[in-house]
């Protein structure tokens, strides 16, 4: 299953809806859901190409024939970086169809739909997937909509989403770092069975080796120290101590099955260098560098970074670096403050941002206590800061009939990223 939102307005839980509303369709004497319909207020738009639904919301009046020709041209645009339409390609290819969606739409608004234009701006490879068996994407599958097959998804999905909170010194020191997480569990198994969650052996809880919980080691060097965490009531800990791994019989749908907290040092993902110096009476210069310190095999999203300036900053002139593509600076003078917006960065690139700032009055105090201090807002999807993992999924009960889809994802965000003047 395949969905699109990207205005921030639809509800988070929009994919269970719809999947929900799908699955169940009982309205109107039909046996199966219509290509679009509403529920509380939400558009949902709904095309099935080779067995894979691709979904658009809104909640704006649009025409239905172009979300729809929208969605067909998607799953086009998918199938050529791919090389074919499939959900294990989908899997595998998470972050490079995260990339796609992000240059085809930007806050809602269709951009490019064309696989030539977006060459420019696609930067991870496809891993391939063997075509065998998997049905070609002909024109006519193209209009196909739900009804064609009644078969149910069947899978586990457990993402891991980190926030970071993370202070730094104008050299780079770090001053206060934390990071908070969830693993979410998205279930659609069959039957309901017994599930093992498995985590890094070198998990430990409370920074003593034990915890309120009870399930605590000897704390080593490389060990993954979170300082508190919750589980969900249907997890079972009983071998927790032993060998790491929860147990739980998950009910269909999402919820949260670990919460926790961790204020161990870690390498930050972005390292952020400013600098405010007088040019002139009236005028001065500032330069922001942001490097990603990240792998190349990773990308970070809708990068934000923003900057207060002095009170009495009457104009600010933007350079931006020669070439630059999806960046954007902006003075928002109501509060006096720089905002620089990189729609993307790979791993291991730099970025400068130059802007000449002029004043109403001259500068009487210090302009690095005036301004300042740089905060940053992203997204990284397969990067993981806090080195915790979800080592598998496994159905306690094998069984060669019973082979669902379980996979795992992580995706780092600043909550409060900050690089001190």
Request: glycine letters at 6%; proline letters at 5%.
């Amino acid at each position: 299953m395949y969905f699109i939102t990207d205005r921030g307005d639809v509800p988070k839980g929009s994919t269970e809806i719809f999947f929900r509303k799908v699955k169940f369709w009982k309205e109107d004497g039909e046996e199966e859901a219509p290509p679009v319909f509403n529920v509380d207020g939400v558009n949902y738009f709904h095309v099935k190409i080779v067995g894979l639904l691709f979904v658009a919301t809104t909640r704006v009046n649009v025409s239905p024939s172009l979300i729809m020709e929208l969605l067909q041209r998607i799953a086009r645009v998918t199938k050529d970086y791919l090389g074919i339409l499939s959900e294990e390609s989908l899997r595998r290819n998470f972050v490079l169809v995260y990339e796609l969606l992000d240059e085809v739409i930007d806050f809602g608004y269709v951009q490019t739909t064309s696989t030539e234009v977006l060459k420019s701006y696609i930067f991870n490879e496809p891993i391939v997937v063997d075509a065998a068996r998997v049905p070609a994407l002909g024109p006519a599958s193209l209009f196909m909509v739900w009804g064609e097959s009644n078969k149910e998804p069947n899978e586990c999905l457990a993402p891991l989403s980190q926030s970071l909170l993370l202070q730094m010194s104008l050299e780079g020191y770090i001053l206060t770092s934390e990071i908070d997480g969830t693993i979410q569990m998205k279930s659609y198994l069959t039957g309901n069975p017994e599930i093992k969650l498995a985590l890094n052996e070198d998990v430990t809880i409370g920074r003593g080796g034990s915890s309120a919980y009870g399930y605590g080691s000897s704390v080593g060097s490389g060990s993954v120290i979170l300082d508190d965490c919750n589980f969900h009531e249907s997890v079972h800990l009983d071998n927790f101590d032993l060998d790491r791994t929860l147990s739980l019989v998950p009910s269909d749908g999402e919820f949260s099955v670990m919460n926790y907290r961790m204020t161990q040092e870690f390498k930050p993902p972005f390292r952020v260098n400013a600098l405010i110096e007088e040019a002139g009476a009236l005028k001065a210069e500032v330069i922001i560098k942001v490097r990603a310190e990240f792998p190349s095999s990773a990308t970070a999203n809708t990068i934000q970074v923003q900057m207060p300036l002095p009170s009495y900053t009457s104009r600010v002139s933007f350079e931006l670096e020669p070439g630059a593509v999806g960046q954007m600076a902006d003075f928002k003078e109501a509060n006096k403050r720089l905002e620089w917006s990189l729609k993307k960065i790979v791993g291991g690139g730099e970025h400068t941002l130059r802007a000449k700032l002029t004043f109403s009055q001259e500068s009487h105090g210090n302009l690095t206590k005036e301004a300042g201090p740089v905060s940053m807002n992203f997204t990284i999807p397969m990067y993981n800061a806090s080195r915790l993992q979800v080592k598998y999924l496994q159905i306690a009960k094998k069984s060669k009939t019973y082979n669902p889809y379980r996979w795992v994802r992580y995706v780092t965000q600043a909550n409060s990223y900050v690089a001190r003047m």
